[in-house]
């Protein structure tokens, strides 16, 4: 994905455990929080229900700091939309 990178394994929890990887790439706390607060909300309104029990990282890309909101969300939807239940 342009944006982001996902990383998933089934977990025997019984629910999705979410963790979100944020490097500097030279970019201010200020940018780094804003874009996991991007990240974080997104997980929380579209996918935490309907994601089957796995441990999921997602790692932002450099360009992901500079990408809209909308187009984040596209992308985090799409991918995990491929993960099998």
Known sequence: MPHLDLAWRPNSQGHVRIGIVVP???E???ARNRLRRRLREILRRDLVRTLPPVDLVVRSKQSAYSARFAALRAELTGAAGRIPA
């Open 28 to 30: 201010s706390a200020v």
């Open 24 to 26: 500097r790439f030279g």
